[in-house]
């Protein structure tokens, strides 16, 4: 139970984090541009930095939710370590694109 626990909170705050970054973005964005778009053409690093950050946050609680789920569901641990690898991959990720995005 305090596994359910920890990661409903860690969800609940991130995704209030997420959303607030979201909020921040759709204020500052011109009329008539999709987010997509905006997104796109946003250069500052801190700004893209905190979204990814929060959204990598979000969904990486997903997936070890999903992996203790399945875990716990099937008695088979293998798929807890499996959300591990795809925890790692997502973060991994992350860095990778931010590091791309700050060489331009």
């Known amino acids: 139970m305090e596994t359910w626990g920890v990661l409903g909170i860690s969800f609940?705050?991130?995704g209030v984090v997420l959303r607030k970054t979201v909020m921040t973005l759709l204020a500052n964005k011109p009329q008539g541009m999709s987010f997509r778009d905006y997104l796109r053409k946003v250069r500052d690093?801190?700004?893209?930095a905190v979204l990814m950050e929060?959204?990598?946050a979000c969904l990486g609680v997903l997936v070890a939710a999903v992996g203790i789920g399945a875990s716990q569901a099937s008695g088979m641990v293998v798929w807890d370590g499996l959300a591990g690898v795809g925890v790692s991959g997502l973060l991994?990720?992350?860095g990778v694109y931010l590091a791309r995005l700050n060489q331009k």
């Not at 690093?45 to 893209?48: F, H, K």
Request: a negative charge.
């Open 54 to 56: 929060d959204g990598a």
């Open 92 to 94: 991994a990720y992350m």
């Open 12 to 14: 609940l705050i991130d």
């Open 45 to 48: 690093p801190t700004t893209l």
